[in-house]
T-cell receptor, first 115, second 114 residues
Framework: RKEVEQDPGPFNVPEGATVAFNCTYSNSASQSFFWYRQDCRKEPKLLMS???SGNEDGRFTAQLNRASQYISLLIRDSKLSDSATYLCAVNVFGDRGSTLGRLYFGRGTQLTVWP | ETGVTQTPRHLVMGMTNKKSLKCEQH?????MYWYKQSAKKPLELMFV???????ENNSVPSRFSPECPNSSHLFLHLHTLQPEDSALYLCASSLTGGSNEKLFFGSGTQLSVL
């Protein structure tokens, strides 16, 4: 069973569109949640953390639903520069109650924004 | 520039070669990680070091051997690899390795095993 599941896409949207990605996780003890962005042939970079109450950063909104065990990312007014792969990541405590986290990633959702 | 530097950027090696990947972080972090990213697969956690001590070995074959001499440097020693080991190997660091930690990645080493 995969820890984190994501729809790989691809999503192809025009500039200005609103697009949403979802990600589900299997471990109900998961503690923290993130969205990373990865450009082609580059390393993943943190886009935003996801908080229980939901959080917004400019055109990006992240939501967490603990009951259904999913997180989402909404991008409004898409720009060409938003084209990338978006990875969700879920942190789970280590074994034996360790406070050290293990970050599990989804496969990523590919987004292409066209003019 | 994320403050995490990996070398080499690209590596081609035969199955009988021995090579090492190097990672250095300039962020003052205490936890360092090796991840493997294969095509169409999620990032796979390989090893975790926290304050130079290995805290995680995610069932990685012994042909991959990590070394962490201090909190700023991390190596991945490779020997007798298989073609299926070809992938992007990413180093990352975080402040203390706790559950709310944000990871900062290096640019990765694209490894091809012939």
């Amino acid at each position: 069973r995969k820890e984190v599941e994501q729809d790989p896409g691809p999503f192809n949207v025009p500039e200005g569109a609103t697009v949403a990605f979802n990600c589900t996780y299997s471990n109900s003890a998961s503690q923290s949640f993130f969205w990373y962005r990865q450009d082609c042939r580059k390393e993943p970079k943190l886009l935003m953390s996801v908080y229980s109450s939901g959080n917004e950063d400019g055109r990006f909104t992240a939501q967490l639903n603990r009951a259904s065990q999913y997180i989402s990312l909404l991008i409004r007014d898409s720009k060409l520069s938003d084209s990338a792969t978006y990875l969700c990541a879920v942190n789970v405590f280590g074994d034996r109650g360790s406070t050290l986290g293990r970050l599990y990633f989804g496969r990523g959702t590919q987004l292409t924004v066209w003019p | 520039e994320t403050g995490v530097t990996q070398t080499p950027r690209h590596l081609v090696m035969g199955m009988t070669n021995k090579k090492s990947l190097k990672c250095e972080q300039h962020l003052g972090h205490n936890a360092m990680y090796w991840y493997k990213q294969s095509a169409k697969k999620p990032l796979e956690l390989m090893f975790v070091y926290n304050f130079k001590e290995q805290t995680e070995n995610n069932s990685v074959p012994s042909r991959f051997s990590p070394e962490c001499p201090n909190s700023s440097h991390l190596f991945l020693h490779l020997h007798t690899l298989q073609p299926e080991d070809s992938a992007l190997y990413l180093c990352a660091s975080s402040l203390t390795g706790g559950s709310n930690e944000k990871l900062f990645f290096g640019s990765g080493t694209q490894l091809s095993v012939l």
